[in-house]
Each structure stands twice: as C-alpha cells, then as structure tokens.
C-alpha cells in the first residue's frame, strides 16, 4: 500500500503554541490555569494578575532569554516553541541543563540565589508570559494551590536531575527520554506519539549524558525494532508502552 505522504515522509506535527483564551478562559498551556482553577478561581477573579503578565517574543533559534548572572525578576512560562537551560564553563564547554515545552515555566531554579544560574536559549521560534515574581509570590501566599505547584515544579526539576546522574544504560536513557516527552505534551493537549524534535541528537545526548553517535545509534536500533519511525526530526511512537518498559527505570510510576 502506497504511503499517503510524499516519498514516505512523516507528516509534520502541528506546531504546539498556546491560544490567548478569553475573557473568561485561560490560554491552552496556561502553566498555571490547573492550580487556580483547582482552587475555585477562573480568569476573572485574577484579573490583578493578569495585568501584571507580559506576553514576550518571538525569540529566534539561538537567541537568549536570559543569560547565566542576569538579575531574577520574573519567571517565563512557555506559549510556543522549545527551550533549553544551559551552563557553559569556563573551558566553553556546554551542559544541558533542561528542556522546556508550551506550558512549561523557565527561571524557577532562579528563586533563592536572585539571579539566574544558567542560560535559557530558543531552539526554535518561541513565546512566553512573563510573570512579574513578586506578583506571582503574592497570589501564592492568597492561593495555596499556587505555591503548591511552585513547589512540584521545583521538585519535578530536581527528580530529573538526580535521575541523570544514575546508572541506566543509553537504550534506558533514550527511551526515557521520549516517553518523558510524549508525556509532557499529552498533558498539555497534544499529540503524544507525534511530534518535532526541536533539539538537536547533540544537545539530546549531553542532556543524557551520552555521546552524539550513541544517542544517533539507539535511535536507529528502535526504528529498526519497528518502536519509533523518524524522518529528520519528525517523530512517530510507534510502540509507546515498550518504550516505557524500556526506559521505567527513569519514568515515575
């Protein structure tokens, strides 16, 4: 049976970017709509708020959101685009720090030294909500549920850290690290088995901690294991619930 796509190309996935709501109703990847709403508050009653949000962008592939060092004022919750957290020593030499999707907020790592500890950088075109802190800390101490999922964005962003650091063998890492993303992008209404790999196989691999060709090898193995189907960057799960037994040992339960 003849493909329907063009000498057998992937489709491309549409490109997640949050809507602007309404008066009523908050964007689609609002990083904070579940906690208010959960709490018994709707986009009218925090209306304060609101006019203390920015919307920022577009930045380009390559550009800064901010730099390791700048002052912390606000934190940025991503609308559209992918993002990647990043330090670079002194020798040049870049680590991965994070990846960040719609929905998702950057600079929280930021809060107790009062200044940014690493870079964020666009890997394609991006757009933000940028929230003032200080008034995102005021509607925390009036709404519990706000600081509650402060402190579980914290804590998500420490449990992947210190499972890098682990044991696990590069198929666990790489399979873990797709599932991670499908998803990150399910809760947010998209798709979770088709989607576009922003970053880079380098950036992947020393975000995981593996070298470039490992991480290029592994995804080889897996098409060739009929898991995932990948044209460039576009990318299809195939077999997501093996790819979750591959990779469980790094996915929470």
């Known amino acids: 049976m003849q493909s329907k796509h063009q000498a057998g190309r992937l489709p491309e996935p549409p490109s997640p970017i949050a809507d602007d709501g309404d008066e009523t109703r908050f964007c689609g990847t609002c990083a904070f709509s579940s906690a208010c709403i959960a709490a018994g508050y709707d986009k009218p009653e925090l209306a304060e708020l609101q006019c203390l949000v920015e919307h920022v962008g577009p930045f380009r592939a390559g550009e800064h959101i901010f730099r390791t060092g700048d002052p912390f004022r606000a934190i940025f919750a991503v609308r559209g685009g992918t993002v990647k957290t990043r330090m670079v020593d002194k020798e040049g030499r870049e680590q991965v720090l994070g990846f960040y999707l719609p929905g998702e907020v950057i600079g929280l790592n930021a809060i107790y030294p009062e200044h940014f500890p690493c870079d964020a950088v666009a890997l394609d075109t991006t757009f933000f909500c940028r929230f003032s802190f200080p008034a995102m800390s005021a509607l925390a101490a009036r709404v519990p549920a706000v600081q509650q999922h402060l402190f579980r964005m914290l804590s998500k962003e420490l449990g992947t850290a210190s499972l890098l650091a682990g044991d696990h063998s590069a198929d666990e890492r790489v399979a873990a690290f797709?599932?991670?993303?499908?998803?990150?992008?399910?809760?947010?209404?998209?798709?979770?088995?088709?989607?576009?790999?922003?970053?880079?196989?380098?950036?992947?691999?020393?975000?995981?901690?593996?070298?470039?060709?490992?991480?290029?090898?592994?995804?080889?193995?897996?098409?060739?294991?009929?898991?995932?189907?990948?044209?460039?960057?576009?990318?299809?799960?195939?077999?997501?619930?093996?790819?979750?037994?591959?990779?469980?040992?790094?996915?929470?339960?």
């Open 178 to 253: 797709l599932m991670d993303l499908a998803g990150r992008y399910a809760v947010r209404g998209f798709s979770a088995t088709r989607f576009h790999l922003s970053m880079s196989r380098g950036d992947i691999a020393n975000y995981l901690r593996l070298a470039a060709e490992t991480v290029s090898r592994v995804l080889s193995r897996f098409r060739a294991q009929k898991l995932i189907e990948i044209e460039g960057r576009e990318l299809h799960l195939l077999e997501p619930m093996r790819l979750h037994e591959i990779g469980q040992a790094l996915l929470p339960d």
